[in-house]
């Protein structure tokens, strides 16, 4: 079973930058789908960006333009380079990986927006 491990969040304050990276255990190539959810307290899951196997990319509308999602099959790393942060960016971010009918989930990095 591949593991997803998160790593680089932290506190931010309000326009600055981080750069989350999903690191997986095994290899990533035969998974259809990977990204990045979060969840604030007290909201519900929220997907902030996904890529596909085949390049195809999709961000959550808050998101376009200040955020960037890449994926490295040799490496088998998927990373979320956030710029512009915002306080309302704050919340426990998920990588996530699909593959058939099984999603497997990273346990979570915690990114907080504030002055």
């Known amino acids: 079973q591949v593991q997803l491990v998160e790593s680089g969040g932290g506190l931010v304050q309000p326009g600055g930058s981080l750069r989350l990276s999903c690191a997986a255990s095994?290899?990533?190539?035969?998974?259809?789908?990977m990204g990045w959810y979060r969840q604030a307290p007290g909201v519900q899951r929220e997907l902030v960006a996904k890529?596909?196997?085949?390049?195809?990319?999709n961000y959550v509308d808050s998101v376009k333009g200040r955020f960037t999602i890449s994926r490295d099959n040799a490496k088998n790393t998927v990373d979320l380079q956030m710029n512009s942060l915002k306080p309302e960016d704050t919340a426990v971010y998920y990588c996530?990986?699909?593959?058939?009918?099984?999603?497997?989930w990273g346990q979570g990095t915690q990114v907080t927006v504030s002055s």
């Open positions: 095994g290899s990533i190539n035969n998974f259809y789908v």
């Open positions: 996530y990986a699909v593959r058939g009918f099984n999603t497997i």
């Open positions: 890529v596909t196997s085949g390049g195809a990319i």
